[in-house]
């Protein structure tokens, strides 16, 4: 649904962009993650026309962005909803004034306008607040508003760029089941980016990684899950600096769709006679799906070969992070 391929943008000697090939699947939410200056910000922008890339092509719903100027860009547009931190409502409408505008744009008569800001506000949750203004509302209904006012014109991506970002935990749990909702009952395929791991834990599917104008790591969150040395995965279960303890082996194993952490150590024990200590553990749902990560320690009197080779024969996956 959404592909760029090698785009490059820089600014003034700053690459922004640096050969950023993506491609987001239909009916996927996808995490940009990344820190400030990253070229996170610019990378959205390009997926609906607002920043040109100096070179590269970028493809959204079968259209090829890159490649349309003018009127044709602005009906590519229809199908590319986007949100904002701010929210950027016009103060001097009220919500169904600021949902109606791109239908207004779109030359669509009153009655049909009148129609579907009723229908889409009834979606959000807001089918009550159509006559209030932005000052009268709370952060999450704004954001409500924001949302519906990107589906008027039943786009079928969704572009949030740190949509959560200046909302309390709360808030921003509802705007996320919202999100969910709309990407499952309308098909909507959503591209976010966020400084938040729990906002990608809570919706996305599949992330990427940007550092410096690159894409370093991307893929299902579970596949990262699986993948030793994925930083998004020592993101998404921060289980802190390595203590500096013991003469032992300390590896990192992730659980998926399990919860106890305890029968593998007590197996270890068992079968290896290894005292294993536990450094740290984190659960997490990650996409509806339990999973686990724990640190252990190895002592050097035990066979850390063995012991490895045990916990990957059942299936675990085994990251080392340092050794005797
Ligand atoms: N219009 C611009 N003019 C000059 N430099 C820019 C412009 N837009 C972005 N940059 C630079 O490009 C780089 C990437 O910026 P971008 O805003 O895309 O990063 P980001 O990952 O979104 O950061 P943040 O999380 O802080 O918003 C930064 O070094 C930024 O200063």
């Known amino acids: 649904m959404i592909t760029t391929t090698h785009l490059y943008k820089t600014f003034s000697g700053v690459r922004a962009l640096d050969d ?19 070229g996170k910000s610019t990378l959205i922008r390009t997926l609906n026309g607002l920043e040109k890339p100096d070179s590269g092509t970028v493809e959204v719903a079968g259209r090829t962005i890159t490649a349309l100027t003018g009127e044709a ?21 009220t919500a169904a004034g600021n949902v109606s505008l791109a239908l207004e744009a779109q030359g669509v008569s ?12 009834d979606l959000v949750g807001l089918g009550d607040k159509a006559h209030a203004y932005p000052s009268e509302l709370s ?13 008027a014109t039943s786009p079928r991506v969704l572009l949030s760029d740190e949509a959560t970002s200046a909302l309390d935990p709360e808030t921003t749990l509802s705007i996320l089941d919202l999100l969910r909702t709309l990407n ?11 400084h938040e791991m729990d906002v990608v834990k809570g919706v996305c599917s599949s992330a990427a990684l940007m550092e ?8 299902r969150l579970h596949d990262l899950l699986r993948t030793p040395g994925s930083v998004i995965a020592r993101q998404l279960f921060p289980l802190g600096d390595v203590p ?9 194993v992730t659980f998926t769709g399990l919860s ?18 536990l450094l740290g553990a984190a659960i997490e749902t990650i996409n509806g799906v339990q999973t686990g990560r724990t640190r252990l320690e190895i002592p050097a009197a035990a066979d850390t070969a063995a012991v490895l080779a045990d916990l990957r024969s059942q299936g675990l996956v085994v990251e080392e992070v340092s050794r005797a």
């Open 212 to 219: 410096h104008g690159r894409v370093v790591e991307t893929g």
């Open 73 to 93: 860009l602005r009906d590519a547009r229809h199908d590319i909803g986007m949100i904002f931190q701010h929210f950027n409502l016009l103060s001097r409408r």
């Open 139 to 151: 952060g999450g209904q704004k954001q409500r508003v924001g949302i519906a006012r990107a589906l």
């Open 184 to 194: 499952r009952e309308l098909g909507l395929t959503v591209l976010l980016i966020t």
């Open 20 to 38: 950023v090939s993506l491609s987001v699947p239909e009916g996927e939410i996808f995490g940009v993650v990344g820190t400030s200056g990253a």
């Open 244 to 252: 500096a303890v013991g003469s032992g082996t300390v590896v990192d």
């Open 110 to 121: 009153r009655r049909e306008r009148t129609a579907r800001v009723g229908e889409i506000l």
């Open 260 to 277: 106890a952490t305890e029968p593998v150590i007590t197996r270890l024990a068992r079968h290896h006679t290894a005292d294993v200590g």
